[in-house]
């Protein structure tokens, strides 16, 4: 089990930002992969972003490239989302999710196939206004 915590949701216009972050509570955060994962009403629970904690490495989805950026601070045992350009479909439970790393799980892995051994938040509200 990695126990996470979101915070840093809210409502924001379009094309604002907002930064959520997702703590880890008495784990060390330097060999997992953690995602930043939605949930939109009537929607699939889609993947956004992943991070490797070891050596940084990244994976976006098409829908929010070179809008968002995920980050990690491994001795603050958080990882960041950056979200800018906010459109109105960005609105929607934001979730953190994490796991050890190591195969056969990739970053993309993660982040696209969702694994049955994640370890979820509880999730923030993300609002973003037209």
């Known amino acids: 089990q990695l126990p996470l915590v979101e915070s840093g949701g809210g409502w924001e216009q379009s094309g604002g930002s907002l930064r959520l972050s997702c703590a880890a509570s008495?784990?060390?955060?330097?060999?997992?992969?953690i995602g930043w994962f939605r949930q939109a009403p009537g929607k699939e629970r889609e993947g956004v972003s992943c991070?490797?904690?070891?050596?940084?490495?990244?994976y976006y989805s098409d829908s929010v490239k070179g809008r968002f950026t995920i980050s990690r601070d491994n001795a603050k045992k958080t990882v960041y989302l950056q979200m800018n350009n906010l459109k109105p479909e960005d609105t929607a439970i934001y979730y953190c999710a994490g796991e050890s790393e190591g195969p056969p799980s990739t970053v993309q892995s993660t982040c696209v196939w969702k694994p049955t051994g994640l370890s979820w938040g509880q999730g923030t509200q993300v609002t973003v206004s037209s």
């Open positions: 008495g784990l060390k955060l330097d060999h997992h992969i």
């Open positions: 991070i490797s904690t070891s050596d940084g490495t990244t």
